[in-house]
């Protein structure tokens, strides 16, 4: 990995960590959209598209509102498709994927230690913001958004630094590598249809998803 693909993904790694809360909210934390720049950017668009596809799939049971804990996926899509970029997509799929989901949720555990630090700052400043005083809750809110600069730029780094360490690893053997990747692209189907099923509630909308699905397949049957 030369210095520019290099310089070029930690800036987009850390766009798309920002991008998840913080900051824009343009969805291009979405593993569809982190990992397809990230292939642009490693000149394998294709590569891009299918393991940001695949980690969509897990992505998508993920609600990032309130105080729930989720994982992070968008500087983890970016390392996965690092790592499996420039290979054979069955031999790369699985691998990749799997780094994917690792990073992910340990970028989850880096989302609640921001949440600490930002409830730290605004219990120092709690006397000043009740007093009114002009510039705190900037300075709070900079504090915040600083801190998450940070948190995205080191995980992206820490993203990039195992991708690269796993291309010099030892490679799986071909079983090996697609029953990876039948494991992995098999759990992201479980992961969507279990989310679906929760979601759905009241058996009105469980028909509603079953209509749906039935659309879906017949749809599938007519190509």
Known sequence: MN????????????????DLASMLQGLFNRPLVAGAVAGVILNDPMAGLRIGLALELYALDVLPVGASRYPDYGAATVAAVALGAGQAWTAALGPAV???????????LTIVLHRRITAWALRRAEVSLDRGDPGVASRVHGL?????????????????????????????????????AVVVVGGGFVAVIGGALRRAG????????????????????LR
């Open 202 to 221: 009241t058996a009105r909308r469980m028909l509603w998803l079953a209509a749906g699905l039935a659309l879906g397949v017949i749809g599938l049957g």
């Open 3 to 18: 210095e520019f693909p290099l310089g070029a993904l930690m800036v987009w790694g850390t766009v798309v960590g920002l």
């Open 98 to 108: 799997l780094l994917g989901l690792v990073l992910a949720h340990f970028g989850g």
């Open 144 to 180: 915040g958004l600083l801190a998450d600069l940070v948190r995205s730029t080191a995980l992206a780094a820490l993203g990039l630094l195992a991708a690269e360490l796993l291309k010099h690893a030892p490679q799986l053997d071909v079983a090996t590598q697609r029953a990876l």
